[in-house]
C-alpha cells in the first residue's frame, strides 16, 4: 500500500495494493479492502467492506461509501457518487463534479459530465453523458447523450427514453419509450410517451402526445397516431 496524507488509509491492516492520496482519504478501509486507487480530501472516506476492491476514486468527498461492497467502480470529480452510504453498488461510473451525488441503491449506471444524473437514487441502468445530461431523471432504462439531454424535472419517473443532442427531451418528466434525436428535439415532451423525433428541433404537437413520429429540421407533429415528415416549407416528397 501507499498512503500520502495526514490519516489516509488510515485503519488499513490486512488491505493489499492501495493508493491512498489525501486528507483522511480510505480512512475507515480496514476489512481487507485491496487493489483501490483513492484520491482527494475525504475520497473513499467511509468505505468499510471487505469486497470493496478495484475502485477509481478521485476527488473531494468522492465515492465515501459505506459499509456495503463497492466493487470496480470508476468515481471521478467533487461530490461524485458520495451518497451509497450502506449500499452496494458494482460496476457504477460517476465522472464530473456531482455527478451520481445522490445516488444509493440505482445499479448499472453511467454519468459522465457536471452534474449528469445528479437526483438518480435508486433508478438503474441510465447512461447520462454530458454537462448536466439526465440531471433531474428519475426513472430507469433511460440513455441521454448531450448538454442538458433528459434534464426534465424531478417530478416523474422518465423511463427507457433515448436523447441524443443538446436540449433534447429538455423538458422530460414522466414520459417513457420516447426517442429523440437532434438539438432541442422532443423538447416539448413532458408526460407523452412512445414518441418519435429526429431532427434538429423537431418535435410533438404536445406535452402529452403519444404514438407521434416528426422527422426533418424544425418538423412538429400532427397528432398522435401520426407520422409528419418534413417541415412546412417542405414542398414535395420524392
Given at each position: 500500500n501507499i498512503a500520502i496524507g495526514y490519516d489516509a488509509g488510515k485503519s488499513m491492516t490486512d488491505n493489499n495494493s492501495n493508493i491512498v492520496i489525501g486528507y483522511q482519504s480510505f480512512i475507515s478501509a480496514d476489512a481487507g479492502e485491496s487493489n483501490n486507487i483513492v484520491i482527494g480530501e475525504s475520497a473513499g472516506s467511509d468505505i468499510n467492506d471487505t469486497n470493496s476492491d478495484d475502485n477509481i476514486i478521485i476527488g473531494k468527498d468522492a465515492g465515501i461509501g459505506?459499509?456495503?461492497a463497492m466493487i470496480g467502480?470508476?468515481?471521478?470529480?467533487?461530490?461524485?457518487?458520495?451518497?451509497?452510504l450502506s449500499n452496494a453498488q458494482t460496476g457504477t461510473i460517476a465522472i464530473g463534479s456531482s455527478a451520481l451525488t445522490a445516488l444509493t441503491t440505482g445499479a448499472g449506471n453511467v454519468a459522465i459530465g457536471y452534474q449528469a444524473g445528479e437526483d438518480?437514487?435508486?433508478e438503474a441502468n441510465n447512461t447520462l453523458i454530458g454537462y448536466q445530461a439526465g440531471k433531474n431523471a428519475n426513472g430507469a432504462g433511460s440513455t441521454?447523450?448531450?448538454?442538458?439531454?433528459?434534464?426534465?424535472?424531478?417530478?416523474?419517473?422518465?423511463?427507457?427514453n433515448v436523447a441524443v443532442g443538446k436540449d433534447s427531451l429538455g423538458a422530460?418528466?414522466?414520459?417513457?419509450?420516447?426517442?429523440?434525436?437532434?438539438?432541442?428535439?422532443?423538447?416539448?415532451?413532458?408526460?407523452?410517451?412512445?414518441n418519435t423525433v429526429i431532427g434538429k428541433s423537431?418535435?410533438?404537437?404536445?406535452g402529452s402526445s403519444t404514438n407521434q413520429t416528426a422527422i426533418g429540421y424544425g418538423t412538429t407533429g400532427?397528432?398522435?397516431?401520426?407520422?409528419?415528415?418534413?417541415?412546412?416549407?417542405?414542398?414535395a416528397i420524392k
Open positions: 459505506g459499509a456495503a467502480c470508476v468515481v471521478i470529480g467533487k461530490d461524485a457518487m458520495n451518497s451509497t438518480l437514487t435508486d441521454y447523450i448531450g448538454q442538458g439531454a433528459g434534464i426534465g424535472a424531478s417530478t416523474g419517473a422518465d423511463t427507457d422530460i418528466e414522466d414520459g417513457t419509450n420516447n426517442t429523440a434525436v437532434g438539438k432541442a428535439a422532443g423538447n416539448t415532451v413532458t408526460s407523452g410517451s412512445n423537431a418535435n410533438v404537437s404536445a400532427t397528432g398522435d397516431n401520426e407520422i409528419a415528415l418534413g417541415n412546412t416549407s417542405v414542398s
